[in-house]
């Protein structure tokens, strides 16, 4: 596995603030479920080992839909969904590299995700791997 670096990121107003571990090379998703699609939302699934909140648990809120499985948290102040816990990684997190501080990211490679046809293609995500 690449060597990991520390990523930062934020909601839009600040009051959610996280580190992630990942590798400054990053693989990201694309998916076109319809909230993914709505939202612009980039992919970077890691372990929860690998995730850190750091401010902002009570300004989280959560929104659920269809199999109420993935776990939508907004911040109740902008309403940016920088990270969730979702329906292919429950004991993960996905964090949207568009609210990733850019300094640590050297790359990244975007792959196409169809999850409008999410059980037809959950097969196709790769598993989490512990760092």
Known sequence: MA???THTGSCH?????YE??????LEVSECNCSICSR??????IVPRSRFRLLTGEDNLSTYTFDTHEAKHLFCRTCGIKSFYIPRSHPDGYSVNVRCLDDSTIRSME?????GRNWEQNIDKLKPLDEA
């Open 110 to 114: 975007v792959e196409f995700f169809d």
């Open 13 to 17: 107003c600040g009051a959610v603030r």
């Open 3 to 5: 060597q990991l670096v």
């Open 39 to 44: 939202t612009g939302y980039l992919h970077l």
């Open 20 to 25: 992630v571990d990942a590798p400054a090379d």
